[in-house]
């Protein structure tokens, strides 16, 4: 998951099919797919020494900081049973790592935010703007109102703190601004 940050760039792909690995190798390093020989538009994604060798002494931590981002999600899940908060559903197909904890409140998300604030309770709105209203892709001629459901999800969504210094206090902050259902 993207819990697992190096201190620059760094990063790790893991698939069982060998066109996508082949494919993946010659994007990282400029698109070359033998020496000289660019097939592809590609990036300098080649790690170095040093980001290698922190990621692989945080490799060991990864699984007790998915296990604590796991519970920490639980208690929000449980704190916020009976409110008007709406959460993401977990898939019965796959593990989430909780890089991020979104949770969406009814009414006025800006209000929400000023609230928790003034309660030492930090909150992030990630994605405040479409990527397809970005003006980076303002040639695939996206106009607002094009992906209505992505659009409300960045006017309306938040991430909450997942630290264990907080998570407790937070969600009970959230549960009582939300209200009842």
């Not at 909450?160 to 937070?170: D, F, G, S, T, W």
Request: charged share 25%; proline share 4%; hydrophobic share 35%.
């Amino acid at each position: 998951g993207k819990n697992l940050g190096a201190y620059g760039e760094g990063g790790a792909l893991t698939t069982n099919d060998d066109e996508v690995a082949k494919l993946a190798r010659a994007l990282r390093s400029h698109g070359e797919t033998t020496r000289y020989l660019h097939k592809y538009v590609g990036y300098n994604y080649r790690m170095d020494g040093i980001q290698a060798a922190v990621l692989n002494v945080k490799l060991r931590h990864l699984d007790e900081w998915t296990s604590k981002r796991q519970r920490f999600s639980a208690l929000y899940r449980e704190t916020l049973a009976d409110t008007r908060v709406t959460l993401p559903e977990d898939s019965p197909e796959a593990e989430c790592v909780y890089h991020l904890f979104v949770a969406y409140v009814a009414g006025s998300r800006d209000e929400v935010r000023k609230d928790l604030e003034e309660r030492g309770v930090q909150t992030a709105v990630h994605y405040p703007r479409p990527v397809h209203l970005q003006q980076a892709f303002a040639e695939f001629g996206y106009k607002e109102g094009s992906l209505p459901h992505t659009e409300w999800a960045c006017q309306t969504v938040m991430s909450m703190p997942l630290y264990p210094e907080i998570v407790k206090y937070a969600a009970s902050c959230l549960a009582e601004i939300a209200g009842n259902s």
